[in-house]
């Protein structure tokens, strides 16, 4: 097995990003711990960074939404340059993407100083994290669940952001003319066919990444933060586990959403698919549902996952390992789960970004990080 070269982030260069008019990071390759008051723009940071991924960051913030607007003063465009040294290539890539101005919605991607696209550059670095907004992964409803488990499969499957988009818009033309009352086989056989298409791959990346996800879990050694046992919940996903032929799952799809029109139609709403389906979390030390457990609890199952899912990562031998962006996950956890944490991520081969309030929630990864103040905008390395 050929193990790749490590990649991770060389510099970071922000022009009209959220608070900071113009700022650049010089980094060594060392994990990242920013530090400073709440407010100060440490999130900015890593959401910058999360902006080397596909999707929308994350905030899931629109693109007009990140421009500059600070005490009066509004941009309508940023920039973002990056340098990623990539171990295979023995060299940085420089990463250079904005919104073009006008702040119309598009984005400008270049590698190297070439035009490139959102698909080359989700294929060069992948990146996972964990914010505070997901401490309600467990306790809240299905959806955000599925949005957790997407997040995850997208640094295995970059194109699942394509096929969710399009699934989405056949499922929304699907029910308009459901609601309207307009059962018209033609036009709905060919909105259920690209629901199936769609909604197949979207089923097969989950599975597989839940497959390489719950592996990490088991290989992990036990420690801090406690290991999860996983299922998807959902007849797609369960089909593509069973390890049924793709063309006898969509057959599957089609004649399930063929067969539900009208209950369909009753509801308002397509009642089949991917997009009804739920991620079942068991925290295996006391075999309780994760949605049952204490908040520390949930909190610890997170960071585990999120560590696994590094471990998934790198442990593919066609991908490489991602960045990791921790926002906020270490303030509440005790001085021995918060050494564990740092032990756990010297151990991965990429660059882990975390924020905080003091530096001293970073004490334990000594001489292992760089770490920078964060006030008002302006970045120091300490």
Same mark, same amino acid.
């Given at each position: 097995?050929?193990?790749?070269?490590?990649?991770?982030? &060389?510099?970071?260069?922000?022009?009209?990003?959220?608070?900071?008019?113009?700022?650049?990071?010089?980094?060594?390759?060392?994990?990242?711990?920013?530090?400073?008051?709440?407010?100060?723009?440490?999130?900015?940071?890593?959401?910058?960074?999360?902006?080397?991924?596909?999707?929308?960051?994350?905030?899931?913030?629109?693109?007009?939404?990140?421009?500059?607007?600070?005490?009066?003063?509004?941009?309508?465009?940023?920039?973002?340059?990056?340098?990623?040294?990539?171990?295979?290539?023995?060299?940085?890539?420089?990463?250079?993407?904005?919104?073009?101005?006008?702040?119309?919605?598009?984005?400008?991607?270049?590698?190297?100083?070439?035009?490139?696209?959102?698909? @080359?550059?989700?294929?060069?670095?992948?990146?996972?994290?964990?914010?505070?907004?997901?401490?309600?992964?467990?306790?809240?409803?299905?959806?955000?669940?599925?949005?957790?488990?997407?997040?995850?499969?997208?640094?295995?499957?970059?194109?699942?952001?394509?096929?969710?988009?399009?699934?989405?818009?056949?499922?929304?033309?699907?029910?308009?003319?459901?609601?309207?009352?307009?059962?018209?086989?033609?036009?709905?056989?060919?909105?259920?066919?690209?629901?199936?298409?769609?909604?197949? @791959?979207?089923?097969?990346?989950?599975?597989?990444?839940?497959?390489?996800?719950?592996?990490?879990?088991?290989?992990?050694?036990?420690?801090?933060?406690?290991?999860?046992?996983?299922?998807?919940?959902?007849?797609?996903?369960?089909?593509?586990?069973?390890?049924?032929?793709?063309?006898?799952?969509?057959?599957?799809?089609?004649?399930?959403?063929?067969?539900?029109?009208? &209950?369909?139609?009753?509801?308002?709403?397509?009642?089949?698919?991917?997009?009804?389906?739920?991620?079942?979390?068991?925290?295996?030390?006391?075999?309780?549902?994760?949605?049952?457990?204490?908040?520390?609890?949930?909190?610890?199952?997170?960071?585990?996952?999120?560590?696994?899912?590094?471990?998934?990562?790198?442990?593919?031998?066609?991908?490489?390992?991602?960045?990791?962006?921790?926002?906020?996950?270490?303030?509440?956890?005790?001085?021995?789960?918060?050494?564990?944490?740092?032990?756990?991520?010297?151990?991965?081969?990429?660059?882990?970004?975390?924020?905080?309030?003091?530096?001293?929630?970073?004490?334990?990864?000594?001489? &292992?990080?760089?770490?920078?103040?964060?006030?008002?905008?302006?970045?120091?390395?300490?």
């Amino acid at each position: 097995m050929t193990s790749h070269g490590r990649i991770f982030l &060389r510099r970071l260069a922000l022009s009209q990003f959220r608070n900071y008019p113009e700022l650049a990071m010089d980094l060594d390759g060392r994990h990242v711990c920013l530090f400073g008051a709440n407010g100060a723009g440490k999130t900015n940071l890593i959401e910058a960074v999360s902006q080397l991924s596909p999707g929308r960051g994350l905030r899931s913030a629109g693109l007009g939404d990140i421009a500059r607007n600070h005490q009066g003063s509004s941009a309508t465009s940023w920039g973002l340059g990056a340098r990623l040294f990539d171990g295979d290539l023995d060299r940085a890539i420089r990463i250079d993407t904005s919104l073009e101005s006008g702040g119309r919605g598009k984005r400008v991607i270049q590698l190297d100083g070439e035009p490139s696209t959102a698909g @080359a550059l989700s294929d060069l670095v992948r990146i996972i994290w964990l914010t505070p907004a997901m401490d309600r992964v467990f306790a809240g409803g299905a959806t955000e669940r599925r949005k957790f488990l997407d997040r995850q499969t997208l640094a295995h499957f970059p194109e699942h952001a394509r096929h969710t988009a399009a699934y989405e818009r056949a499922m929304r033309e699907r029910n308009a003319l459901l609601e309207q009352g307009r059962i018209d086989p033609v036009w709905l056989d060919g909105l259920e066919a690209r629901l199936a298409e769609h909604g197949a @791959a979207i089923a097969r990346h989950r599975a597989v990444t839940l497959e390489r996800l719950q592996q990490a879990v088991d290989t992990r050694p036990d420690g801090a933060f406690p290991k999860a046992d996983l299922s998807l919940n959902g007849a797609v996903e369960e089909a593509w586990a069973q390890g049924r032929e793709y063309s006898a799952i969509l057959e599957l799809m089609t004649q399930s959403y063929r067969d539900g029109r009208r &209950r369909d139609a009753g509801a308002g709403r397509t009642l089949f698919g991917p997009h009804r389906s739920d991620l079942l979390v068991i925290h295996r030390p006391t075999g309780v549902e994760a949605g049952l457990c204490s908040t520390g609890q949930q909190k610890a199952l997170l960071i585990g996952l999120i560590l696994s899912n590094a471990r998934a990562l790198e442990a593919d031998v066609n991908l490489r390992n991602p960045l990791v962006l921790l926002d906020e996950a270490v303030a509440h956890l005790d001085p021995d789960r918060r050494a564990a944490l740092f032990d756990e991520l010297s151990a991965l081969k990429g660059q882990a970004w975390l924020t905080g309030t003091e530096r001293s929630l970073f004490e334990d990864f000594a001489d &292992r990080a760089q770490f920078f103040e964060v006030a008002e905008g302006q970045v120091s390395e300490i």
